[in-house]
Structure formats: structure tokens, C-alpha cells
């Protein structure tokens, strides 16, 4: 009926966080990037312009 308490140290997993961190940031960043709304602005515009000739 004794108890047991294993303690484990593993030091590298705080680098396996870091990681994610510095992914989901670079990640936010490349999502807020004004470049891809400026594309996608463009090609929706393009778009609108060619279904607009077509039906005229």
C-alpha cells in the first residue's frame, strides 16, 4: 500500500513550446499581411470587371 512518485525532466519540450510559439506568431503575421487582401481585392475586382462585360 506504499505510494510511488516518479518525477520525470525533460528539458527539451520547453524548446518544443518556443516552436509553437514562434509558429503561431509568424503565422498571425503572415494572415495580416496587407499584401494578401490587396490580391484578393484585386481579383475580385478583375472578376466583377469580366462578369460585367459579359453581360453587356
Known sequence: ???SLR???KPF???I???FIFMAIGGILA???RRYFQ???KAHM???NQAMAGAA
Open 1 to 3: 500500500g506504499a505510494w
Open 7 to 9: 518525477i520525470y525532466h
Open 13 to 15: 519540450i520547453r524548446w
Open 17 to 19: 513550446w518556443l516552436g
Open 31 to 33: 494572415a495580416t499581411d
Open 39 to 41: 490580391l484578393a481585392r
Open 46 to 48: 478583375v472578376a466583377a
